[in-house]
């Protein structure tokens, strides 16, 4: 029963970060439009692309990548430890100490944009015009990642005291903050890419000063003070380093494809990214917002010392992840075209981007479920402190991501550096697996494994009946709204004949899905 209690809780805790990341997703669908219509896959594209890259990339090794891995669990330790006046003096000069080193690290990337833009996008420099602009977009986006950082130590800290709903509300603000600052602006702009680039920075301020009256709630008074003696501060920076590489290997990945794609013909850079925006959709929509709760929950029962709880609620993970990822990932391979198509073919993104576009949707797809299944294993090691493991495995990932990606990019050009990537994350959620129940012990892998395998079938006939019923529709030159409807018919459609499969194939796991959804919809939210 408490088990069954854990597993409700923890579908709850993974409502309330989805609920707000779907409305997120939505409003990010329509920046992402405006961007295509203003924007396309052309030079300006491309240099906006590349220059959000930059700053999002620091961001995500310095933020969700290395410093909430790292945070999360000491400060979910000393929760049990400590008395709330020792939790917030902790609180407070961890702040103001990533404060003053977020500050250095935008200046220095303010101050060495250049160099940067030169590694990230090395076949810019023969564009008259394009490294000029991507120079100096980056410089204005910079600040973007001091905010950014600090709103996601706000996010961890939250999430600790059970707050899931309101951290994840911020990308909605970001969001909001690009889209207003597009249609104010870009259309009366000389280069609407510097307006788009202006939205990034109003939007990350925007999503810390959001979370700043819930961190006053719960007790935090941001005192000024700086300590890095202070040995937790230190603890928590020893584990920061190795993360910083570790737990971003996929950020680390893409950036190189990026840095590939930008000798490829025109528009691939911005192609790997409008697909990959598809990718972060789907998986937002579940497996980020099951991470987001899974950091805390470990934490908790690493630091209980409940090791076999732990074990168990990562099996359950996994099983609902693979529910979930294999239907989403066979709809994108039997959609790919028509759901780039329907989203973003209008103004200067044209047939050609969509084309490019869906080549690499199609492969990413391939990957979802794997890529799904990392964020649910590395929060385990996460929570485990140990930051190390996820380092090793990285390295050999971007080592196979970058030969792959030179083997497949002659034959499939920009679609070759999505198949790589899909590739590598194949290989990192196995690795991963493996070195964990090195770690633990075994995890029951193959109760949920074959869970998983009798998901994919069921999700692999699904998408083959919805690429043969397509075509059949005849609606890809039709109106907007008509191309939508039969979109979200088809995307209905395989949905119902997917859990009519399942349900066949494997009626425990949907009966025990169902239950605890039931139960968990019967209580209150987190």
Same mark, same amino acid.
């Given at each position: 029963?408490?088990?069954?209690?854990?597993?409700?809780?923890?579908?709850?805790?993974?409502?309330?970060?989805?609920?707000?990341?779907?409305a997120s997703r939505v409003l990010g669908y329509v920046r992402d439009l405006l961007q295509a219509y203003?924007?396309?896959?052309?030079?300006?594209?491309?240099?906006?692309t590349i220059a959000f890259t930059i700053p999002n990339l620091f961001r995500r090794l310095t933020g969700e990548g290395a410093m909430t891995p790292a945070f999360v669990p000491t400060f979910t330790e000393l929760k049990r430890n400590r008395d709330r006046s020792g939790l917030w003096a902790f609180g407070n000069v961890f702040f103001w100490d990533l404060a003053l080193v977020m500050a250095v690290t935008t200046g220095l +990337?303010?101050? @060495?944009? #250049?160099?940067?833009?030169?590694?990230?996008?090395?076949?810019?420099?023969?564009? %008259?015009?394009k490294w000029g602009l991507t120079i100096f977009m980056t410089r204005v986006m910079f600040p973007y990642l001091f905010f950014i950082t600090l709103a996601a130590l706000a996010t961890g800290?939250?999430?600790?005291? +059970?707050?899931? @709903?309101? #951290?994840?509300?911020?990308?909605?603000?970001?969001?909001?903050?690009?889209?207003? %600052?597009?249609?104010?602006?870009a259309g009366s702009a000389r280069e609407p890419a510097l307006v788009f680039a202006a939205g990034v920075v109003i939007g990350g301020i925007l999503q810390l000063a959001l979370q700043v009256p819930f961190l006053w709630k719960e007790g935090m008074r941001f005192t000024f003070g700086l300590s890095f003696r202070d040995p937790v501060v230190r603890r928590v920076g020893r584990l920061m380093i190795p993360g910083v590489f570790g737990a971003s290997v996929y950020q680390v990945n893409f950036a190189l494809s990026r840095m590939i794609a930008s000798g490829l013909e025109k528009?691939?850079?911005?192609?790997?990214?409008?697909?990959?925006?598809i990718e972060e959709l789907t998986l937002g929509l579940f497996s980020i917002a099951l991470a987001a709760a899974l950091l805390p929950a470990f934490s908790e029962q690493v630091a209980a010392r409940d090791i076999g709880e732990m074990k168990k609620t990562l099996g359950f993970s996994l099983k609902l992840t693979a529910i979930v990822s294999f239907p989403a990932a066979a709809g994108l391979v039997a959609l790919n075209v028509p759901i780039m198509r329907t989203l973003f073919e209008r103004g200067m993104f044209d047939r050609g981007s969509t084309a490019l576009s869906a080549s690499c949707l199609l492969f990413f797809a391939f990957g979802l479920p794997f890529v799904s299944g990392v964020k649910v294993v590395a929060p385990a090691f996460f929570s485990l402190k140990d930051t190390r493991t996820p380092v090793a495995i990285g390295i050999i990932v971007m080592l196979v991501n970058a030969a792959a990606s030179l083997l497949l990019m002659g034959s499939l050009r920009v679609g070759g550096l999505a198949l790589s990537l899909s590739l590598s994350q194949i290989l990192n959620f196995i690795l991963l697996l493996v070195w964990l129940?090195?770690?633990v012990g075994p995890t029951d892998k193959g109760r949920w494994a074959v869970s998983a395998a009798k998901s994919a079938a069921a999700?692999?006939?699904?998408?083959?009946?919805?690429?043969?019923?397509?075509?059949?529709?005849?609606?890809?030159?039709?109106?907007?709204?008509?191309?939508?409807?039969a979109l979200a018919g088809a995307i209905v459609s395989g949905m119902v004949i997917y859990l009519g499969l399942l349900r066949l194939v494997s009626p425990a796991d949907v009966k025990s899905v169902f239950g605890l959804l039931k139960k968990a919809a019967g209580k209150e939210k987190p």
């Open positions: 029963m408490e088990s069954d209690d854990r597993k409700s809780r923890l579908i709850r805790s993974t409502a309330a970060v989805a609920a707000p990341t779907l203003y924007l396309g896959t052309g030079h300006g594209a491309d240099a906006f +990337g303010v101050l @060495f944009a #250049p160099g940067l833009v030169k590694v990230i996008a090395y076949g810019f420099g023969d564009v %008259a015009g800290i939250l999430n600790s005291f +059970g707050r899931f @709903f309101v #951290p994840a509300s911020t990308p909605i603000l970001f969001n909001v903050a690009v889209i207003a %600052a597009v249609t104010g602006w528009g691939s850079t911005s192609a790997l990214y409008y697909a990959s925006r129940e090195r770690r999700a692999a006939v699904m998408g083959t009946i919805l690429r043969l019923a397509w075509p059949v529709l005849a609606v890809d030159r039709a109106a907007f709204v008509v191309r939508a409807a």
